[in-house]
């Protein structure tokens, strides 16, 4: 089913399966940089996975860009088609609810020194999450 209670295409699950697979891979790529320092071989390792299903993930959009939304008490996906998702990791639902967060957009050209970056915020303790300005924290 989509989110409007109808079938989903086969683009739309297909999709889902992505997105649920790649969200996944991100969250666990954050818990790891909290045991690991972002250059040691195991974060390494999961930051290629997320890399690789990320550019799946874009491959799939229209205009390669994907958008995970906090709407409604519900985790969004949004490439074109839009699909919830059963929830999103731990790391991401604490960012977002720390930082206010409503939505937050991939594009096509995403570095892999990005991704580390943001998996690197979402690995922080709440407490240090607070302290961040929404505004600027993201922009580095």
């Known amino acids: 089913m989509n989110i409007n209670g109808h079938p989903a295409t086969a683009h739309q699950a297909s999709f889902k399966i992505l997105a649920e697979e790649f969200f996944k891979s991100l969250g666990a790529a954050a818990k790891l940089f909290v045991l690991y320092p972002a250059k040691h071989p195991i974060c390494v390792e999961g930051l290629a996975k997320v ?27 949004h490439n074109g088609d839009v699909v919830e998702l059963a929830r999103a990791p731990e790391a991401i639902e604490t960012l977002f609810r720390f930082l206010g967060l409503e939505t937050l957009s991939f594009h096509a050209g995403i570095e892999a020194r990005e991704l580390a970056g943001f998996c690197a915020l979402a690995s922080m303790p709440p407490g240090r999450l607070a302290e961040l300005d929404p505004e600027t924290c993201l922009e580095k």
């Not at 890399?51 to 996906?77: C, F, T, Y």
């Open 51 to 77: 890399n690789q299903e990320l550019k799946e993930l874009l491959d799939s959009s229209p205009d390669g860009s994907i958008i995970l939304a906090w709407m409604n008490q519900r985790w969004l996906v």
